[in-house]
C-alpha cells in the first residue's frame, strides 16, 4: 500500500474558545464532555476494575491450590467467578480498551476537537460506575449472582434472585454504554476526519474502532434484550426461558452468545489496533500491509457475527448448524492470521527498540499465535465437543484475553502514557513488569490445557485429586501474575507526579496525536493540522515543514 | 568459504519443522486413554491441528525472535528501517496458506462428525422417556402395541428435537443393544435401565456393545462427559438429548457434569463401569435378583438405604422403595 507522502502543517487558528489551559484534578469527577478526560476516566476506573477482578481470581486459585473446598464456601466461589468474568469482561477490557483508548485517541488521531456528541459520551462513561456499584452491592443483597458470566437459565432464574437481577441491571448498564459510545466513534470518524485525510490515510487503530464499533452496534443490543427477558422470567412471572411453562432454555443461550462471542472481537479489535500502532513505532518501519490489516479488521467484523454457534456444540443444536459453524468459526483465523503474519513482516528488517511498550505488543504476537492455534482447535465441532465447558476452554480464552487484550493495554499504556500525563514511564520498572507478566501468564494458563483434555470440568471448587499437581502450578502462576500488577501500578502513580517529562513525540512517531502538547491541551490543538505523510512513513522522504498558509491539500478525501 | 544460498537453508528448516510438527503431532500424550469408538476418530482430529499448530507455532514464534534478534537497533543509530510497506504476492500466499489450512480442517471435521453418528439424531427421534415405559422385549412380541407405539411415538417424535450423537448413519436402523435413560439433577446422575427397570448411580455398560444414552435434566443444565470417550452431551430441561457409542475398553471411567449446576457442582461426579459381556450379564442379573437396588449417587447423603437416599432426592423417579422393587420385577 502506498502511504501518501504527506507532512503535518497547521492551517487556521481555531484554539482559544475561553477554556482553561488545562483541567484541574476534580474535573475528572465531573460530568466533563472533553474526550480526552472521558478517557482518563475509563481507563482509570477500569484499571481500578482490573484490581476488583484480580483479587477474585486470586482467591478462586487459592482455593483451588486443593482439591476440596476448604478455602471459600461452593456459593462464594460460584459468585467470585461469575463476578470475575463479568468484571473483567465489562467493566476492564472493554471499557479500556474502547472506552479508553477510544475517547482519548481517536479525536486527536483524526485531528478533531472533541467526539461527534460529547454530552452522550459523558452519559456512556457514566454508566460504567453505578454498573460497578450495582454488581458490588449484589455480594451483599444475597451473596451475589452465582450462575456464572453466561447465567444460563434455568440456574440464573433459580439460584439467588435478587444478585441475578442486579447482574442483569449492570449488564444493560454497561451495553447501553457500549452502543452509545459506538454510535459516537463511528460518526466521529466518519464525519469529523480532517479534510486532508482520506479513508486509507487513517491510522489502523481508528480502523479497528470503526469495526469494533460495527460490530458492538449489531451484537449489544441482543444481549440487552437476553438481559431483559432474563430479569422478566425471574421478576416478573413470564416463561421465556422456562421449560416447564413452554419456555426454551436454548434461545437464550442463542441470545447470549450473539453478542458474547463477538465481545471476544470487541475485547481484541482494539487491541490489534494499538498493536499497528506501537509496532511500526518501535520497529522504525512501516506497517506492512496496511489494506490488508484494515480490511482484515472489517473480514472479522463480518465473519465474527457468525460463529456464536460454537459456544453451543454440546446443547440443543442441530447437526447442519454445527457443521456451518465450524467452518465459519475457522475462517476468523484467517483475517487474524492476516494481521498476526503483516505484525511479523513489521518487525522483520526494522530497527526494534526494546522498549515496554514494544516488549508488550511482541509478548502479544507471541502470546495469541498459541491462543489463536488453541482457538482453531475448538473450532473443530468434534474436538470441541470433548473439551467444551473444560480447563482446556479456561485456558484458551485467557490466552486470548490476558495474553491478548491485557497486554495490549499495557502495550498501549506505555506507548500512550506520555502522552495522556506528560510524563514518561519509567522503562526499568516496565521491564520488570513484562517478565513477571510474560512468566506468569505462560505458567498460569498453559496448564490449563492439559487439565481440560485430561478431563477437569471448568467452575469447580472441587475437582479430582488427579489434578492437583497441575493445579498447584496453575496457582503459583496466578500469584505472580498479582504481584506482577505491583511495579505496574507503583510505576505509573509514581511517574504520573514525579516521571520525566516527555514532551510533544518522545517515540518520534508520525500519528496526529503526536503533533500536539503532551499532555494535549484542552480542544487538542491552537491550529488544526493539515496531513502532508502518512501515520507510518518511517523510512521515507518526506517534509515535516510547514507550508505556506492556503497551500492546496496534498491528498483529497475519498 | 562460498556461502550456502537461502533456499538451501530454508529446505532444510522446513524439513526439520516437519519432522519436529510430524513427532509431535504423534507424541503430545494430552489426551486420556480412548475407551469409545468414537475416541480414536477424535483423537486423530486433534494430532491433525496438532501437527498443523505445531508448525506454524515453530515457524511465527520463529521469526518473531529472529526478528528481535537480528533487527534490534544498532547502539546509536537513530535512523528508520527499510520502508517496505507491502508485498503483493507474500500477502495473496500467506492469506491462501491459512485459508486452504481452515477449509481442509473444516471438511475433515465434517467427515469425523459424520463418523461420530453427529448427523442422526435431530427431527424424528425417539423421546427418552417415551421408550423408557416401554420395555423392548415386549413390544417386539406384540404387533398392535408396536403400531400404536409407532403412531404415539410419531406425534410425539415430530415436535421434539433429540440433540446429540446417535448412531452411525450406516447402523442407523439397528436397535441398540443397551439403552439407559440418564437423567442429571442438583447434583447427581441417575442411571434408568428401562429393559430391565434397574436404577443406579452408576452407569454400567457391556463393552463392544451398541449403548444408547437417552439425556434429560431435572432441573438446571448439567452436562454428561466421559472424558476417555470423548463424548459430551448437555442434559437440557425440556429438550431431550442422546449419546450413541460403543464402549472399546473395559475399566471404571469418570462421568463428569461439565455444565455450572449450581453450588456443588464441582461435586457432581460419578462413574461409569464398563463390563465385560459376562461381568455385564452378571451384574444385570445380581441387581435383578435384587429387590432393592444399591445405589452410589455422587451426593453426601445420611438416608439409611440408597432407595430411601434416591426417594428423597428425585420423588418423581422413584416414590418408595416399594416402587423401585415393583419397577425391577416388572421387567420380568
Redesign the interface.
Known sequence: ???ADISIKPTELQGGHGHPDKWKWYDYFTFNVDHKVIGIQYLVTSFLFYLVGGFMAVLMRTELATPN?DFL???LY?AFLTNHGTIMIFLWIVPAAIGGFGNFLIPLMIGARDMAFPKLNAIAFWLNPPAGAVLAASFFLGGGA???W?S?P??SE??ANLPQTLWCVALIMVGTSSILGSVNFLVTIWKMRVPSMAWDQMPLFCWAMVATSVLALFATPVLAAAMVLLLFDINFGTSFFK??AGG???VYQHLFWFYSHPAVYLMILPIFGIMSEVIPVH??????????IAYSSLTICLVGLFVWVHHMF??????WM??FF??ST??V??PT??K???W??T????????TTAMLFA?GL??MF??GG??G??L?????D??V???YYVVGHFHYVLYGGSVFGIYSGIYHWFPKITGRMLNEPLGKVHFVLTFIGTILTFTPM??LG???M????????PQFAHLNQLVTVGAYILAVSVIPFYFNVIWSWMKGKEAGPNPWNAMTMEWTTDSPPIIENWEVLPVLTHGP?????ERSDEVGPAGEPLPASRS | MKQIPAPFWTLVLGIVVTLVSLWVGQNHN???EQASEQAP??DD??NV??TI?TA??IV??G??VY??IR????KG?E?????????LP??AF??AI??VI??G??L???V??QE?G??S??GHHGHGAMVAMAPQQSVIDIAPLVAQAAATDEDIFSKT?V?GFGASPLVQMNQPDVTVNVTGMQFAWIFRYPDTGITDGELHIPVGKDVQLKIEAQ???H?F?V??F?????A????P?ELRFVATREGTY?V????????????M?TQVIVHSPEDYADWVASRVAEAMPTTTVAQPADAATDAEYLAGIAPDLAKSPVQIAQMTSMSH
Open positions: 500500500m502506498a502511504q473446598s464456601s461452593p456459593e460460584n452465582q450462575s456464572g453466561t444460563y434455568p440456574l433459580i439460584t421449560p416447564d426454551n432454555v436454548v520497529a522504525r518501519k512501516p506497517i506492512f500491509g496496511y489494506k490488508a454440546t446443547s440443543g443444536t442441530a447437526p454445527r457443521i465450524t467452518i475457522l475462517i483465523a484467517v492470521g492476516i498476526i503474519f503483516s511479523v513482516a518487525l522483520w528488517g526494522g530497527k526494534i527498540r526494546y511482541v504476537l507471541s499465535v498459541f492455534l488453541s482453531v482447535t473450532g473443530a465441532a468434534p474436538f465437543i470433548h467444551h465447558d473444560t490445557h492439559n483434555m485430561q478431563g470440568p471448568r467452575r469447580v471448587a472441587m475437582y479430582d507510518y512513513a518511517y523510512g521515507m | 494430552l489426551l486420556p476418530l477424535v482430529l486433534f491441528m496438532m499448530g506454524l507455532f511465527v514464534q521469526a518473531i526478528s528481535l533487527f534490534r537497533q544498532p543509530d535512523t528508520d528501517g527499510l520502508p517496505i510497506e507491502g508485498n507474500l500477502e500467506w492469506t491459512p485459508a481452515v477449509v480442517l473444516g475433515y471435521s465434517v469425523v462428525f461420530m453427529g448427523f439424531p435431530g428435537q440433540y432441573d438446571v443444565i452436562s462427559w472424558p476417555q470423548r463424548l459430551k452431551q448437555d437440557l430441561p425440556g429438550e438429548g469418570p463428569v457434569c461439565a455444565e455450572l449446576c449450581g453450588s456443588y457442582h464441582g461435586a461426579r
